[in-house]
Antibody
Framework: QVQLQESGPGLVKPSETLSLTCTVS????????WSWIRQPAGKGLEWIGR???????YYNPSLQSRVTMSVDTSKNQFSLNLNSVTAADTAVYYC???????????????WGHGTLVTVSS | QSVLTQPPSASGTPGQRVTMSCSGS????????VNWYQQLPGSAPKLLIY???QRPSGVPDRFSGSRSGTSASLAISGLRSDDEADYYC???????????FGGGTKLTVL
């Protein structure tokens, strides 16, 4: 059974970098694509981007200039860095496994439980 | 403002059949399959339907999906109280070059 767990600081100051890690169990991280998705309180879901072992990544164009993702196969983890954060980046951040290498034929399953990140001074 | 439009709310009584819609355009639903996610209160989203009408193992056949033109629908039959949740549609948008979600429909079981 594949399980994902997000971890990282729950509070980040404006203009700083938000850094989160997703630890994967039950699956080899090198075999799949992995995504980050976020959800502001009381609002809908926003896809941030995806990453694959070997340096491949693709980001939502609306966030592309501020996002970096990477994979650490030795720890079976992948990570998210979002720089120059503002209050608008306050959200629950989820990590999830992608079903496919194809953008069009892709769905997210399973998801992590999510971690709340608040941007505030 | 979401690229995919979902009604903010829906409701039904136990045992009833309810449907909820997801409206898009030629660059998203009109060209690509749709996925549906169920988010129970206080929980992470869970995959409910993939490739517009396929159910993952473990999802009851009370849940069904369809896609036609630039719209998609999720139907739930034999409504139960534990179906009360937010439901999100999602697909790829060719114009935005991004995966997009609908704003979600909150289902209330009366």
């Amino acid at each position: 059974q594949v399980q994902l767990q997000e971890s990282g600081p729950g509070l980040v100051k404006p203009s700083e970098t938000l850094s989160l890690t997703c630890t994967v169990s039950g699956a080899a991280i090198s075999k799949y694509y992995w995504s980050w998705i976020r959800q502001p309180a009381g609002k809908g879901l926003e896809w941030i981007g995806r990453v694959y072992n070997g340096g491949y990544s693709y980001y939502n164009p609306s966030l592309q200039s501020r996002v970096t993702m990477s994979v650490d196969t030795s720890k079976n983890q992948f990570s998210l860095n979002l720089n120059s954060v503002t209050a608008a980046d306050t959200a629950v951040y989820y990590c999830a496994r992608d079903s496919s290498s194809s953008y069009k034929e892709d769905w997210f399953d399973p998801w992590g439980h999510g971690t709340l990140v608040t941007v505030s001074s | 403002q979401s690229v995919l439009t979902q009604p903010p709310s829906a409701s039904g009584t136990p045992g009833q059949r309810v449907t909820m819609s997801c409206s898009g355009s030629s660059s998203n639903i009109g060209s690509n399959p749709v996925n549906w996610y169920q988010q129970l209160p206080g929980s992470a989203p869970k995959l409910l339907i993939y490739r517009s009408n396929q159910r993952p193992s473990g999802v009851p056949d009370r849940f069904s999906g369809s896609r036609s033109g630039t719209s998609a629908s999720l139907a739930i039959s034999g409504l139960r109280s534990d179906d009360e949740a937010d439901y999100y549609c999602a697909t790829w948008d060719d114009s935005l070059s991004s995966r997009v979600f609908g704003g979600g429909t909150k289902l209330t079981v009366l």
